[in-house]
Structures are given as C-alpha cells and as structure tokens.
C-alpha cells in the first residue's frame, strides 16, 4: 500500500494539542483523517519542544499506519505517551558524549 501523509495542523485546548493528518492511499485513491494528541504538560515537563509536535505525531502516525493490517486496521485517534516522547528524543536529541570518541593524545 503506498500511502501519503499530509500534515493539516492542529488544534490547541487547554490539556493537549491535537495535530491532524489526512492519509491518502494513491493506490486506490482512499483518504482517511486521524489526530494525534500531545499533552500540553509533555511540552514544559521534558525536553520535547512545540515544534516537536508536528514531527513527533507524524512518527507515532507511520508507527501505526506499518503495524496495519487487513484484520486489525490502524486507529484514527492516537496519542502520544511517555515512551513515545523518551525514543524521540533519544533518537532526535541524542546526549552530547553519548557516541563521542576519545581523541587520541597529541604525539
């Protein structure tokens, strides 16, 4: 299935932000609407940064739109956990000397 998934914005409450995407299947010409919802404290209580949001729930969006399957079809409103946030940021803002090399001693 070869799939496209477009980014529509997203919408503020008080709790969460709510980032919309329309995901269109160009093989069959099928579009299908999904939110991905971020709680607003995810934003202030850890390094994740607004503009995070958009990147982070299109992730979590292809996550799920690759477990899918004929029997279990993926589900149109997600949200992003704890464990999402922590693998974002390890893979996006990875620790300064976590794969730093010693330099060799001048000779």
Sequence with gaps: MAVQIQ??????AVASRVYQFVVVDTSLGISRKFTVK??????GSSPLKFQDGPPISFERLKQE???ESQEKHAAIHLTIGQFDIQDYLN???????AHAHKKAPAA
Aim: hydrophobic share 25%; proline share 5%; aromatic share 18%.
């Design 38 to 43: 971020v709680q607003s404290e995810s934003f």
């Design 65 to 67: 739109l690759q477990n």
């Design 91 to 97: 893979r996006h803002y990875p620790r300064k000397g």
């Design 7 to 12: 980014y529509e914005g997203f919408l503020s």
